[in-house]
């Protein structure tokens, strides 16, 4: 099946520090979406992205669909505590055709040290 | 503000018995999925359902798992003569017909014992 490589398992940062995670795949995607999952609930939906090229901010999140849409990332601006937590990328691959089904990454744990 | 609901929320249960879970989707969307989720791992799809019909199953539905969706409004998930390796977090989303973007319940977190 697809898989998707999410990198990197985990970080440690500083509290007002910049974040950078990103995902790849040998499979072109048509959508990209990115995910913040707090331990023992569902995963929350950040960012969509529907074009290749497409830059995206909410709040302080910014994501990016790759232009060869086989990768996106996603930056976190001025980290603050709350921002703890694992994140997804999540892509529906080409392949899949009028398939619906998200294909995970594996998530980033992010770690936000006062 | 009417989310994704699920219940039950935490489930514990011996090895061979049924479970049910049920998902409430948002209510105008017509798109509801069943994931699962095992430690460490990202979300796995397992079935899709538009309105009442089940349009999708992943080879990870084996034959002891069941979903239907009446009336195309809530769902359910059984899981026949559970086993250990049932043991995870089971999510359900839901979308609008015109986009990609899921929303997700809180989830059900199986223990099989």
């Known amino acids: 099946g697809q898989q998707l490589n999410q990198s990197p398992q985990s970080m440690f940062i500083q509290e007002g520090e910049d974040v950078s995670m990103n995902c790849t795949s040998s499979s072109i995607f048509n959508t990209w979406l990115w995910y913040k999952q707090d331990p023992g609930e569902g995963p929350v939906l950040l960012i969509a992205?529907?074009?290749?090229?497409e830059l995206t901010s909410n709040g302080r999140l910014t994501a990016q669909f790759g232009i060869t849409r086989k990768d996106s990332f996603l930056n976190i601006s001025a980290s603050i505590p709350s921002d703890v937590g694992i994140y997804f990328c999540?892509?529906?691959?080409?392949?899949?055709?009028?398939?619906?089904?998200?294909?995970f990454g594996s998530g980033t744990q992010l770690t936000v040290l006062p | 503000d009417t989310g994704v609901s699920q219940d039950p929320r935490h489930k514990i249960t011996k090895r061979g018995q049924n479970v049910t879970f049920r998902c409430d989707p948002i209510?105008?969307?017509?798109?509801l999925y069943w994931y699962r989720q095992t430690l460490g791992q990202g979300p796995e799809f397992l079935t899709y359902?538009?309105?009442?019909?089940?349009?999708?199953k992943s080879r990870l539905l084996s034959d002891r798992f069941s979903a239907e969706r009446p009336k195309g409004s809530f769902s359910t998930l059984e899981i026949q003569r559970t086993e250990q390796g049932d043991s995870a977090m089971y999510l359900c989303?839901?979308?609008?017909?015109?986009?990609?973007?899921?929303?997700f319940g809180p989830g059900t977190r199986l223990t099989v014992t």
């Open positions: 989303a839901s979308s609008p017909m015109v986009l990609y973007e899921q929303y």
């Open positions: 359902f538009q309105n009442e019909a089940q349009l999708e």
């Open positions: 999540a892509g529906q691959p080409s392949s899949s055709g009028s398939a619906r089904q998200l294909t």
């Open positions: 992205l529907y074009k290749a090229g």
């Open positions: 209510s105008e969307h017509n798109r």
